[in-house]
């Protein structure tokens, strides 16, 4: 079923929200739990259209898969060496991570090349190389990937750039292999952490996650458990750059600050007023945002390149030009074009956009084309004068729970019609 989103903007948005549960701490999560042959509870696990495409792919490897609610219980007690063929690998890439978990239970795994997507080609030669340090045989068969793990064995791993996918693939590749698996120039990323307790709360035995060299020391078993995912720091941070552009008043709650910080210091520069509690972080904004000379997107601690389009979409209407240089992707700036549409000028070359502030956009129909550029669309439209309309919805809905709903609940004016 199609949908489009109809937004009238130009109203400061004003209230309280409570963030969703990590989708990207979820979903290799989610793939850790064929990692035991016993229940595995989620508590709080969020309703996206990637944990959907995620649970597709454990019930084709003969998980039974069941939702009490929010709480999603998955039992892989024995793994159906189905080859993860490319229906399901399209719907979400970054499920190459599944490889390390099945392998370190099977000890063979059969997966479709998962491509590239509308924000980059997503090259996989980071988790190869890397499994192929841990001794697995990789042969590309018409498109199959084909690993033989039967004489895996724990090792050093060297990674040449510290991908996040590659990380917890070898962290579950390892989790169950006798022996000390060490992976070098680890991602040091948030989720990587969680996934390291959410590991360790099986019986596992991983250290340093969320350093640079993270240590897997295999166990013979791992047993079920239930766990709460961390909360999901890019919906925070879209939130918050939403008000940041519209104005207002906005408190998410249910956040870990510090997950957030390298985002809250530059919705600062933009003149937004911040303040930090516990676990919620406040933000105020009243005039048109200011410009921010420069802004590379780079691996965390620093600004996130998931949060980059929905920031340009606040610079757009900024009092003066900004630079965004996104380090990550090489197709990032689509989004932009659409923003174009609505009065913004913005120029993009390669990985650079230069965005030249104006001071009103306008509403129009607008075209989603992939998770975080649709949400820069939606921020857009929501601090645009008149009505705007996003198709492409389901871009959206790979990431974002009940968005039009939490945004309606600040404020906003937002409905979510079929077409
Ligand atoms: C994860 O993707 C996230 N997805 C992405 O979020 C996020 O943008 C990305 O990390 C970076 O933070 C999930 O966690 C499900 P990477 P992943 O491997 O693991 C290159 C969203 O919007 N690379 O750290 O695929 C790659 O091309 C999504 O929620 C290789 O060259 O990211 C990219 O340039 C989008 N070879 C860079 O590394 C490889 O083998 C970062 O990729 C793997 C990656």
Request: net charge neutral; glycine share 4%.
């Given at each position: 079923m199609q949908q489009k989103f109809i937004i009238d903007g130009g109203k400061p948005l004003i209230g309280e929200i409570e963030v969703q549960t990590a989708k990207n701490a979820t979903l290799p999560i989610i793939a850790a739990?064929?990692?035991?042959d016993e229940p595995v509870r989620i508590e709080k696990c969020p309703h996206l259209k990637d944990i959907d495409a995620m649970l597709d792919i454990m019930r084709h490897l003969g998980a039974s898969v069941e939702f009490d609610g929010d709480n999603l219980t998955i039992c892989c007690r024995d793994v159906l060496l189905?080859?993860?063929?490319s229906d399901l690998t399209g719907k979400l890439?970054?499920?190459?991570?599944i490889l390390g978990s099945i392998l370190s239970r099977c000890r063979q795994a059969y997966i479709s090349h998962p491509g590239g997507c509308e924000i980059g080609l997503r090259p996989i030669d980071l988790h190869i190389s890397g499994l192929k340090a841990l001794s697995v045989k990789i042969a590309d068969d018409r498109g199959v990937i084909c690993c033989d793990g039967s004489e895996m064995r724990a090792g050093v791993v060297n990674l040449d750039f510290a991908s996040v996918g590659a990380t917890e693939n070898l962290m579950m590749a390892g989790a169950l292999l006798d022996g000390e698996t060490v992976i070098v120039n680890a991602a040091r990323e948030p989720e990587i952490v969680d996934l390291a307790q959410f590991i360790n709360a099986m019986g596992g035995r991983v250290s340093g996650a969320g350093g640079s060299v993270v240590r897997v020391t295999g166990v013979k078993k791992l047993h079920g458990c239930t766990y709460r995912p961390m909360p999901d720091r890019i919906c925070a941070g879209t939130y918050l750059a939403a008000v940041a552009a519209t104005g207002g008043s906005i408190t998410v709650n249910g956040i870990i600050p510090e997950h957030v910080f390298g985002m809250t210091e530059r919705l600062k520069q933009t003149g937004a007023r911040i303040s930090v509690h516990k676990n919620s972080v406040r933000l105020t904004a009243s005039e048109r945002p200011r410009p921010i000379h420069k802004l590379e997107t780079n691996v965390y601690?620093?600004?996130?390149t998931d949060m980059q389009p929905q920031l340009c979409a606040v610079l757009a209407r900024a009092r003066g030009s900004s630079v965004i240089v996104?380090?990550?992707?090489?197709?990032?700036?689509?989004?932009t074009t659409e923003l174009a549409k609505m009065g913004a000028t913005i120029t993009v070359k390669d990985r650079v956009a230069v965005i030249h502030g104006v001071e009103k956009l306008s509403g129009a129909a607008l075209n989603a084309s992939d998770l975080r550029g649709g949400a820069a669309l939606v921020i857009g439209a929501l601090c645009a004068e008149g009505r705007s309309t996003v198709y492409g919805v389901e871009h959206i809905d790979r990431g974002y729970e009940y968005l039009e709903q939490t945004l309606a609940g600040i404020g906003a004016s937002i409905k979510r019609v079929d077409i």
């Open positions: 739990s064929i990692l035991t189905n080859v993860i063929n890439r970054s499920s190459i991570f601690p620093a600004f996130p996104e380090n990550l992707f090489e197709n990032r700036f689509g989004y």
